[in-house]
């Protein structure tokens, strides 16, 4: 795996994204004008219905503030002709003209904003955050919301922890599966854009997660080296969890600066998210579903009222594994008990490594003899 294998030919790629916000910058440069200018003609004609009317501040002001708004209660008027020259050059010729262009380009400014963040193109200044790197090409929103709907659900505190997708998988903004989500946001660019990187916030983020675009293609390995490279380039000192399609490349990933490693199961996001609230489960959680490493295996045996706490013990003294559930008397598989439930089961599912080879006679023996101390 080499970084320059990175780029697929034949894909076509956009231009970096460069977050100009000239048109943002203008549009905030005309709010400032129209109301540093409506302050100045506010406070002349303020000056010139004291001078020329004799009015008194707060009435100034009062005739003021109902003049430039078109409210006109009349309670107050300009009556010298002076008075009248000033607030027709002042209020109805440059006041109005001013208040009308802040409105406008507030408006517009609101309009603009509202339109960049819905298509990816906003600086959104997250810290704390998660970046999910890149989209899986088939169904990305169901995938996504499926992912972070687990995400939110855990008991690990992140049900409020905000989350941003760094992608150009959505170019017109959010699918339906994740636009309602306030937590949820997209920013539309690629890995390889500095003004990208920096407009996600990676520098203050809490985790980093990067996806394999596809799932069975093992050149998503050399993108996701060529990212993990560029993020710990920039000093980065957050978790990266990547997905990894070949297994020959864990072990660069992991040099590169991978903190954890998983393979992309489309079917399965809980992967990822056990990586993401609990670090270590998800290496786990893989061993289980390889032959060659843990397995979860099930033991047709009977149970009658043995408190879950003794069978645990009893079956790790014998190096028999390590009991995780049961199915009861109706085929119902139960996980993790409490331990002083009395259990009444038809059979056991027990974590078993390559040197323990227990069977389901040496377990209903065993369990026999815990029923029959019981019964003593």
């Given at each position: 795996m080499k970084v320059s294998t990175v780029m697929r030919p034949a894909r076509a790629r956009s231009r970096p994204l460069r977050?100009?916000?000239?048109?943002?910058?203008?549009?905030?440069?005309?709010?400032?004008?129209?109301?540093?200018?409506?302050?100045?003609?506010?406070?002349?004609?303020v000056a010139a219905m004291m001078a020329f009317e004799g009015l008194s501040l707060g009435e100034a002001v009062w005739l003021t503030f109902t003049t430039i708004t078109t409210t006109g209660y009349g309670d107050l008027s300009a009556k010298t002709p002076a008075g009248r020259a000033a607030t027709i050059v002042l209020i109805y010729l440059s006041g109005i003209f001013l208040l009308t262009q802040a409105g406008g380009a507030f408006f517009e400014f609101r309009i603009l904003r509202r339109e960049r963040k819905r298509r990816g193109e906003w600086r959104w200044g997250m810290r704390d955050h998660i970046v999910f790197v890149n989209a899986p090409a088939d169904e990305p929103g169901d995938y996504l919301r499926r992912l972070l709907d687990q995400l939110?659900?855990?008991?690990?505190?992140?049900?409020?922890?905000?989350?941003?997708?760094?992608?150009?998988?959505?170019?017109?903004?959010?699918?339906?599966?994740?636009?309602?989500?306030?937590?949820i946001v997209q920013l539309k660019g690629r890995f390889d854009d500095p003004a990208a990187l920096e407009a996600a916030g990676v520098d203050d983020a809490r985790v980093l997660v990067i996806l394999a675009e596809q799932e069975g293609e093992r050149l998503s390995d050399s993108r996701t080296f060529d990212i993990i490279h560029r993020l710990r380039e920039r000093g980065i000192k957050a978790r990266i969890i990547a997905e990894c399609v070949d297994d020959l490349n864990r072990e660069r990933l992991r040099k590169a600066g991978a903190s954890a490693i998983v393979r992309p199961l489309r079917g399965y996001p809980e992967m990822i998210v056990r990586a993401i609230v609990a670090p270590?489960?998800?290496?786990?959680?893989?061993?289980?579903?390889?032959?060659?490493?843990?397995?979860?295996?099930?033991?047709?045996?009977?149970?009658?009222?043995?408190?879950?706490?003794?069978?645990?013990?009893?079956?790790?003294?014998?190096?028999?594994?390590?009991?995780?559930?049961?199915?009861?008397a109706q085929?119902?598989?139960?996980?993790?008990?409490?331990?002083?439930?009395?259990?009444?089961?038809?059979?056991?599912?027990?974590?078993?490594d390559e040197t323990q080879r227990p069977t389901s006679a040496a377990l209903q023996k065993l369990l026999d003899e815990l029923a029959h101390r019981r019964t003593a």
């Open positions: 977050f100009r916000r000239s048109v943002v910058r203008d549009l905030r440069n005309r709010i400032r004008f129209a109301l540093v200018g409506l302050l100045i003609l506010i406070g002349l004609h939110h659900r855990s008991h690990a505190n992140f049900a409020t922890v905000p989350s941003l997708i760094l992608t150009e998988a959505f170019p017109d903004g959010l699918p339906p599966d994740l636009e309602d989500d306030p937590l270590g489960t998800e290496w786990i959680i893989e061993r289980l579903f390889s032959s060659e490493g843990d397995e979860c295996l099930r033991f047709d045996v009977k149970v009658d009222g043995v408190a879950w706490a003794d069978i645990v013990t009893a079956v790790l003294i014998q190096n028999f594994g390590t009991p995780v559930g049961y199915a009861d085929g119902t598989p139960h996980s993790n008990p409490p331990p002083h439930t009395a259990v009444v089961a038809g059979a056991l599912f027990v974590l078993v």
